[in-house]
Each structure stands twice: as C-alpha cells, then as structure tokens.
C-alpha cells in the first residue's frame, strides 16, 4: 500500500485552514500544509514546534487531522515550550492536540507509522527528529519550515535546507521540492516501506514526559 492524495480532503482543510488562519503569521504556510497532510490521508501527523514560534502551523495541522481522523502529535524538548504551546493554541482558539515532551530521539522511536511530519529548522534538533523518525510503511511525507539559511562569505546569499540530506541511509526519496514560501519549505515524499526498523539500536534510557489534552492525564515514562 501507499499514500493516495485526496483532492476533496486537501480542498476542504485548505478552505477551513484560511478562515481561521486569515489573520496569523505563516498563514500562507498553513494552509498549504493542512491541504497537504489532509490530501495524503495522514493518520499520524507529528510535528516539531519551536518555543516561541508561529502558531498558525500547528492549527493547520489540527484542522487536517480533524478532516482524516489523525492522530495529530506535538513534541517538544521541555516544559517551558508545553506550557508556550498550550497557551498558544488555547488563546488561537484551538485545542492542543497529545503533547510529548523530551529529547528528540527518545521521543521520536516511540512514535512508530509516522506519515506526515513538520519540523522547524530553528530548533537545534532538527536534523535528530528528522534521523529518528520511524515512517509508515505507507510512506510520509516530510516537511521542514524556516528553511532558508544564510550561506558564508561576504556575498552571502539564501539558501535552501534539503531535509532528505539528512534521512536514514537507505530512507527511499519519492521526490523532494523546496518551496519559497515564508522563510523557506522543503517537502519531501518517503516511498513505502521505508524507514526505521521495529527495533533500532537501543540507547540509553530517559524519562519522557507525555499530556493527553482531552483527558488532561500526564503519563511519565521510561523509553
């Protein structure tokens, strides 16, 4: 099996994603990465939020999970950027979906049948959740925000991040565009049946901290 796009779905996200967005930064972002993860059906939608970063993204995404039935996950390093993100999209109107919080890698080989995943390149480790994710055999579809980078030299020019430079070696590329849209989109497609295996090296154990917003459980464990 693979992804199969779904005009009707992206349309619809990407109409609702305008209405709410209409007045937020990175609007233009939003909407295309609702239509996007709503077009391929996403199941499990996982995204990479930067403390203090935009939040009409996350709302974007909140409004294709609705429209597919996704699981729609948020993981970020600490406590500080929970409490931001909660508040952000409390005060947007939103609810926040399932908040994780810990070190990329511990959080992200826990989180298996990735198919749709956000990441901002402002956050130090960035290139770890991207490394660490464990796609479905489906495929995904990867996307990296703020992708613009300064290049070197007096002359300096924008450039922009690929994400699948940075991918597990064996990781199966479908195609990869990058967009100039707000500071920088690179989108790439992961064709079926790549990524992680069920049981990769094992690392040291750390404590991961996850919220259930709906039932406003925490759960503390050990991964």
Not at 67 to 83: F, K
Not at 115 to 131: G, H, T
Not at 209 to 220: A, L
Request: aromatic content about 8%.
């Amino acid at each position: 099996m693979k992804l199969v796009w779904s005009p009707e779905s992206a349309s619809k996200a990407y109409i609702d994603t305008v209405k709410s967005c209409g007045n937020f930064q990175e609007s233009g972002v939003a909407e295309l990465l609702s239509a996007t993860a709503a077009g391929w059906n996403a199941k499990l939608i996982i995204e990479a939020w930067l403390y203090g970063g935009a939040i009409a993204t996350s709302v974007g995404l909140s409004i294709a999970a609705r429209h597919t039935g996704a699981r729609h996950v948020c993981i970020v390093p600490d406590e500080r950027s929970r409490a931001a993100y909660v508040k952000a999209m409390y005060e947007s109107g939103m609810q926040a979906p399932e908040m994780v919080v810990g070190d990329a890698e511990e959080v992200m080989v826990g989180l298996v049948g990735v198919d749709f995943l956000l990441v901002d390149c402002k956050r130090k480790d960035f290139a770890r959740v991207l490394r660490f994710a464990r796609f479905s055999h489906k495929g995904a579809v990867l996307a990296c925000k703020n992708a613009c980078q300064k290049s070197g030299g007096s002359d300096a020019t924008s450039v922009g991040f690929r994400c699948h430079g940075v991918l597990e070696r064996g990781t199966r590329v479908v195609r990869s565009v990058f967009l100039p849209v707000g500071q920088g989109l690179d989108i790439t497609h992961v064709g079926s049946s790549s990524g992680r295996s069920e049981n990769p090296k094992k690392s040291p154990s750390r404590w991961i901290r996850h919220f259930d917003q709906r039932s406003g459980e925490e759960h503390v464990f050990r991964s």
